[in-house]
């Protein structure tokens, strides 16, 4: 919840343009797409904030953009009050011990070749966390906490269904106790009957771990559900603002109402009477 | 019931011999088909709802396949149907959308080009000219904008959803009575979805094309169905109307699909409900129901196989796999005043 205390994450006119190239031999910049165009939020300790849109909308880049996956072209992106945009490699290091991400496709995302214990253990190592007996059982204890189990630790990620595989890449992603993480569509690879498990278990983790949610989904619903507050993006800007429950039940952009019309109602009786009211050619 | 039966599959078996074993995709789906009726086949990735509806086109045939049962299209067998035949009922009576247009259209020739030959490969006695002018109407027809010019683009110059309809154009266009669409709109973003959706139910209505549309997505069964099927690991689990399957729910699987649902128009709950654990492997289904092992209604009777019966006295048409009492399923299915499947705390 916003509680008025300094924000966690706060974005100030974010930019990240990509340049479209064209030439044989020496690559002319001829245009530029605006991924991101322009966009400001803030985050508060312990919050949610869900970053809805469609594809092209840039919400994705924008949420690589913040944890300096990708360079900003221009803008401020600060943590707890320091400025990140444009930090080197090195710099950063420190830094991602606090912000960390979780990806859609938990098959593209994990490492074949690794065990599950490697792969989740590999953030603490390389930090120089834990090592030995010591990271193993940090480990385990971390399988455990995301509903999987310590003989898990020897397995490959093959072995292990869609859901599975995204507990895993969660384990690894709160391995370092990070503040905040940016959860890329965490759920839209997984079947409906997963999807529930996955959602419930981050807002666990969020109560017990006090994490902080970037929350990128292009599924509206799934996104109410999750968030404190909503930011709309369309074609780069954030158009919508506000409280997860006012954007969708009372959406004041043009934008933001053609996409809640357009979400499909899982109740014959609703979806037959909206017809009704609106017959689409 | 046959008698205006436009597509009647009986006991529709499909078994795969893999590099872990034998197991069968499909295991026994039986359904009707009137004309005009859009029919749903809902599961989740494994369930059989796909390889179904492929093979009721003959697309699973293969020497690792087995396929037993029996499909009549307007009383004509298909199971043992030759390739040739097979052939000349996929485009003229069965057209085809799969989820993702760009692999269906070839991407080195014209859109308009595609859709012509798709005609002139039935029909030889249609000249080049012809076809073209036909692919115009019926991209035109699916609501592409600027058709006559846009018959020449290629499939890259098309959005999303405009290779979608041109999709939809190509398999309307030797006009067929039937319509199988896998995932239609699974690739879409949420606004050109309820486009195709309209476009889907505008071609129902006013061609009377029965539909087949397979999918995860109860939002999107809810805005189109007639009938619906739901199915896990292999079997139907549930066969009822939209309203049936929607309102009186009687297998737990169909509680948890419906349960774990974000509603719009609802106050969100706390928590969602969620169905534990994971769907099983094919290769090792267990005893007895196959949700057995994720329902919290088990209770012994479940070892044995229930079949897919009608257990409701006013209600005929809807059958289900479940041992419990009708009754005690009311009770059941609701958690705090919906339709859910109440799950242990993890």
Not at chain 2, 97 to 120: C, H, K, L, W
Not at chain 2, 256 to 272: A, K, V
Request: hydrophobic content about 40%.
């Amino acid at each position: 919840m916003s509680t008025g205390a300094e924000p966690l994450l706060e974005v100030t006119d974010l930019v990240k343009h990509f340049p479209v190239k064209r030439g044989l031999l020496i690559d002319r910049t001829v245009d530029r797409i605006r991924a991101v165009d322009g966009v400001s939020f803030s985050v508060a300790p312990g919050e949610t904030l869900g970053l809805v849109g469609e594809s092209g909308s840039g919400k994705s880049t924008l949420g690589r953009a913040v944890l300096q996956l990708v360079k900003p072209t221009s803008g401020s992106v600060r943590f707890e009050g320091r400025e990140i945009a444009g930090l080197s490699r090195r710099a950063m290091r420190p830094l991602r011990r606090e912000m960390q991400m979780v990806f859609q496709d938990p098959y593209a995302s994990l490492n074949p070749r690794k065990r599950v214990g490697q792969i989740v253990g590999e953030p603490l190592r390389l930090q120089g966390v834990a090592k030995g007996g010591e990271l193993r059982r940090e480990v385990q204890e971390l399988l455990e906490r995301v509903g999987l189990a310590a003989e898990h630790y020897n397995r490959f990620p093959h072995e292990f269904s869609g859901g599975q595989r995204q507990r895993i890449g969660i384990a690894r992603a709160i391995a370092l106790r990070p503040k905040l993480i940016v959860a890329d569509e965490p759920v839209s690879a997984l079947d409906v009957s997963i999807r529930a498990q996955i959602v419930n278990l981050l807002a666990d983790l969020q109560h017990q771990l006090g994490l902080t949610y970037v929350f990128v989904a292009h599924d509206i619903g799934i996104v109410r559900h999750v968030s404190d507050r909503i930011a709309v993006m369309h074609e780069g800007k954030i158009v919508e603002e506000g409280p997860a429950d006012r954007v969708c039940e009372q959406p004041r952009d043009a934008y933001t109402k053609q996409l809640l019309a357009a979400v499909p109602i899982p109740d014959p009786r609703e979806a037959r009477a909206r017809r009704q009211a609106v017959r689409p050619g | 019931m046959s008698a205006e039966s436009l597509l009647s599959v009986r006991d529709l078996r499909v078994g795969f011999v893999t590099e872990g074993g034998r197991l069968q995709a499909v295991d026994g789906v039986s359904f009707e088909l009137a004309p005009g009726e859009v029919v749903a086949i809902v599961g989740e990735s494994g369930s059989g709802k796909s390889v179904t509806a492929q093979t009721l086109i003959g697309l699973t045939r293969s020497p690792n396949s087995r396929i037993e049962g029996s499909v009549r299209l307007r009383g004509a067998e298909l199971i043992d149907a030759d390739d040739e035949e097979l052939r000349k009922v996929r485009g003229e009576q069965i057209g085809m959308v799969f989820q993702d247009p760009m692999t269906s259209f070839n991407p080195v020739y014209r859109i308009g080009a595609q859709i012509a030959e798709a005609i002139r490969a039935h029909r030889p006695e249609t000249s080049k000219a012809e076809g073209r002018e036909r692919a115009i109407e019926l991209l035109d027809s699916v609501g592409i904008p600027n058709a006559a010019q846009r018959v020449d683009d290629y499939p890259h110059e098309f959005s999303g959803g405009m290779r979608q309809r041109a999709m939809i154009a190509m398999a309307l266009a030797l006009e067929p009575d039937l319509l199988i669409a896998d995932e239609p709109t699974t690739a879409l973003d949420v606004t050109v979805q309820a486009q195709i959706l309209a476009l889907l139910a505008r071609l129902n209505r006013e061609r009377n094309l029965a539909t087949i549309l397979i999918t995860h997505d109860l939002g999107v069964v809810a805005e189109v169905a007639d009938r619906v099927l739901v199915m896990y690991a292999g079997r139907v689990v549930e066969r009822g109307t939209l309203d049936q399957i929607f309102y009186d729910p009687q297998h737990p699987y169909t509680w948890g699909l419906l349960g774990s649902l974000t509603r719009m128009d609802r106050d969100r709950p706390e928590r969602l409900p969620q169905i534990s654990g994971a769907p099983p492997s094919l290769l090792d289904l267990p005893t007895g129901c196959s949700f057995r092992p994720r329902c919290p209604h088990e209770f012994d009777r479940c070892t044995e196989l229930p079949g897919l019966e009608a257990r409701l006295a006013d209600a005929p048409s809807h059958l289900d796999r479940c041992w419990l009492e009708p009754e005690r399923k009311r009770e059941l299915r609701l958690v705090e005043g919906e339709i859910g499947l109440e799950a242990p705390a993890p």
